[in-house]
Nanobody, 124 residues
């Protein structure tokens, strides 16, 4: 059973930075990618970024492109989300999710396992 644990959230002023971590345990050979999503109060969960466990492909939502960077450390089974130039509209609960197989990257239904989330709050 895959388990995902997010960390690194917190309160930061606009323009600041945070780095989120997603530690994965129990991965199998079928685990192919990790995505980051976020959900603000009253809104649907939305895609932020994704990365495959092999190769160099990464994917970003337009709203974070150029500000956020997703990376991974395969030896540690950990995926990171470096968030720079944060804006108040980035405030949300951030979740990482693991994908088995070869579905898409952008939808919540593409992912099979989810972490509990970490809160990011950006003050104006």
């Amino acid at each position: 059973q895959v388990q995902l644990v997010e960390s690194g959230g917190g309160l930061v002023q606009a323009g600041g930075s945070l780095r989120l971590s997603c530690a994965a345990s129990g991965r199998t050979f079928s685990s192919t990618a990790v995505g980051w999503f976020r959900q603000a109060p009253g809104k649907e969960r939305e895609f932020v970024a994704a990365i495959r466990w092999s190769g160099s492909m990464t994917y970003y939502a337009n709203s974070v492109k150029g500000r956020f960077t997703i990376s991974r450390d395969n030896a540690k089974n950990t995926v990171y989300l470096q968030m720079n130039s944060l804006k108040p509209e980035d405030t949300a609960e951030y979740y990482c999710a693991e994908r088995d197989g070869y579905t898409g990257y952008l939808a919540t239904m593409d992912y099979d396992y989810w972490g509990q989330g970490t809160q990011v709050t950006v003050s104006a």
